[in-house]
């Protein structure tokens, strides 16, 4: 299964979901927001591609009566228990810490989260935590591509996650090859 996960989208303070966002999510089974939509439509668009799971972001209070957003999803898929939110810092924190205040104690397999605009991926632990940075104001620049970022999930085998940087030149090579392995 791969999943392409995205947050930050900040639209309309980002003007739209630019295209080249929604051709580097095609062919996915999944999509993950990890909150910060600021407006419905971002889903409206994205689930034309696939099925899309949505964290409500600090920027998103008015969206919360949107059946597909949660403050945290709590999932199994393929084998792994994976949470999805918002907002998953300060990384200097104790992790039992960080579990006890953004997910009531709960220890997942994989955590997926937005909120800062910088991607990153970490092991914490034995916990896998994808942040695909912003898709469309990355590093809290002005509106631009950003990141996205693929989660490949195989029942037996260790989760693998890469971040693509969309304003990258081989950004379309990078993504049929994660297509391809994935």
């Known amino acids: 299964m791969r999943i392409g996960i995205l947050s930050d989208t900040h639209v309309p303070e980002a003007p739209r979901i630019f295209p080249e966002i929604l ?12 909150g910060d939509l600021v407006v419905a439509r ?5 689930e034309q591609i696939a099925p899309i799971y949505a964290a409500e972001g600090n920027h998103d209070p008015h969206l919360k009566d949107d059946p ?3 403050k945290v999803h709590f999932l199994e898929l393929e084998g792994f228990s ?7 810092e300060p990384l200097n924190w104790d992790l039992q ?4 205040q953004y997910l009531g104690g709960a220890r997942p397999d994989i955590i997926v989260c937005g909120d800062t605009h910088y991607e990153r991926i970490d092991w914490l632990e034995e916990i896998l935590v994808v942040n695909p940075g912003s898709a469309t ?4 620049m ?5 990141h996205v970022a693929y989660l490949t999930l195989e029942e037996g085998k260790p989760p693998q996650a890469e971040i693509v ?6 950004w379309r090579e990078q993504v049929q090859r994660i297509a391809a392995t994935g």
């Open 165 to 170: 940087d969309l304003a990258a030149d081989d």
């Open 82 to 88: 994976i949470a999805l939110l918002h907002i998953f």
């Open 142 to 146: 002005s509106p631009r591509l950003g």
């Open 42 to 46: 971002v889903l409206d668009e994205l």
């Open 23 to 34: 051709e580097a999510l095609g062919g996915v089974d999944l999509i993950f927001h990890a």
């Open 137 to 140: 104001l990355p590093r809290n």
């Open 97 to 100: 810490r960080l579990l006890n």
């Open 68 to 70: 597909r957003i949660e």
